[in-house]
């Protein structure tokens, strides 16, 4: 072979070593088995992000035995809602699956923090390798690894699976023809990092009432919403983001932002002076938008199948959960003592998924309909805070923290609707 070319070989290759990445090499790890997490960035790198965890992410960080009580976590109590006019402080529910609170920390240290518990775990960590293609078999098309680059050197790692965590553009998935699907949510978030005077809070703040500045009379209410996470030591995330499944849908973010944040107290000194960052935007991609998330020897998880909560836009919880789920599933095929059962175990893989998160993401993608028309997004808008039950109920279907076992209302109606809904 020559000097410029290596070639390693491992039970699974993960590609991407953010949330779902760094979960599912850790996950393999502590099964015994040999993975290889390749990460085309040297840690510590950003990613735009609002920074927020809900329960549900927290739960899956208790799992992988991440310290909370270590410096760097913000902790919350819940969301703090604006609207009209209103304000109303929600707390986390307390329901049996879930944590009673949140975090904040920036992606900046999370994803370090995560990729290097993998490694603790025994997955093999490789930086600054950007993984370039597939390795297909010639006779079955089958993946058996993939290339990738390193101070210009070429690499090819193979594996009997890759594991696709490479983000929404997911490179990966689209060299195996999975291509996003256009009747999705898709969300766009931009957000900017500010340090002010303001002390430092234990809720995340949420605005619901979002308008278009180019609409006439600024009328046209957004679906979506504008947030202040805190940090800590006084920084904070202030971002906003929008929805739709409507892909003609033209918003100009930044200067939503602006217009946003202009109109918020003085005091907070949200405002130009106290920005420490660039205004910073991607794109969401939602509802598990690629299709099958098994096919020929690799698995999408987290971003790369789309996992993003359709409501929220937040993807952390649902990276950390498809993480772990892919690497049981990963875990019990490998076990099998035939390519055929192997290949039976591996093609539940979707079927899990479906069972875990389908109805919510159709459930979610409905209201997405919905709320597209500013008339109806008004209205939630305007009447959700009022009435406690109604906002106990949004606040629970917006983080997905339902508890199916409860007596309480708004959980036995949710979970009706969940019932209802096709998970497709």
Request: charged share 25%; aromatic share 6%.
């Amino acid at each position: 072979m020559a000097a410029s070319q290596t070639q390693e070989t491992a039970d699974v290759v993960v590609v991407g070593a953010g949330p779902a990445g760094s979960a599912t090499a850790y996950h393999l790890a502590q099964s015994g088995l040999d993975v290889l997490l390749l990460e085309k960035a040297t840690f510590p790198r950003d990613k735009i992000c609002g920074d927020g965890l809900t329960p549900r992410a927290v739960k899956e960080l208790l799992a992988m035995g991440i310290d909370l009580h270590s410096p760097g976590w913000v902790r919350t109590r819940g969301l703090r809602a604006y609207s009209s006019g209103m304000r109303v402080e929600l707390d986390w529910p307390d329901t049996a699956g879930f944590p009673d609170y949140g975090l904040v920390r920036t992606r900046q240290d999370f994803d370090h923090l995560l990729a290097q518990r993998a490694q603790k775990a025994g997955a093999r960590l490789l930086e600054a390798t950007k993984v370039t293609d597939v390795v297909l078999d010639e006779r079955t098309s089958r993946v058996r690894g993939v290339t990738a680059r390193c101070d210009g050197v070429q690499h090819t790692y193979t594996a009997p699976l890759v594991v696709a965590a490479d983000g929404a553009s997911s490179r990966m998935a689209v060299a195996m023809g999975l291509q996003q699907r256009k009747d999705r949510p898709l969300g766009v978030g931009v957000r900017r990092y500010y340090t002010t005077d303001r002390t430092d809070d234990d809720y995340l703040e949420a605005w619901l009432d979002l308008w278009d500045p180019t609409a006439p009379a600024r009328r046209a209410m957004l679906p979506g919403y504008g947030w202040i996470f805190p940090v800590g030591n006084g920084v904070w995330n202030v971002g906003l983001g929008t929805v739709t499944v409507d892909r003609r849908i033209d918003v100009d973010h930044r200067a939503l932002l602006e217009d946003w944040t202009r109109r918020l107290p003085k005091e907070w000194q949200i405002d130009e002076d106290h920005a420490t960052t660039p205004v910073r935007g991607h794109a969401l991609p939602g509802g598990m938008n690629r299709r099958p998330q098994y096919t020929r020897g690799m698995l999408l998880t987290g971003d790369a199948a789309g996992m993003i909560n359709p409501l929220s836009g937040e993807g952390i919880d649902y990276a950390l959960e498809s993480g772990r789920l892919s690497a049981e599933i990963i875990t019990q095929a490998l076990a099998r003592s035939t390519a055929g059962q192997r290949e039976r175990a591996l093609h539940a893989y979707p079927h899990h998924l479906q069972d875990a998160f389908g109805g919510y993401f159709t459930l979610g993608r409905l209201v997405v309909q919905a709320v597209g028309n500013p008339h109806i997004m008004k209205f939630i808008a305007t009447h959700s805070l009022r009435h406690r039950p109604l906002r106990a109920l949004m606040f629970k279907l917006w983080a997905n923290l339902t508890d199916p076992h409860s007596k309480d209302a708004g959980d036995r109606v949710i979970t009706a609707l969940l019932k209802a809904v096709p998970a497709a």
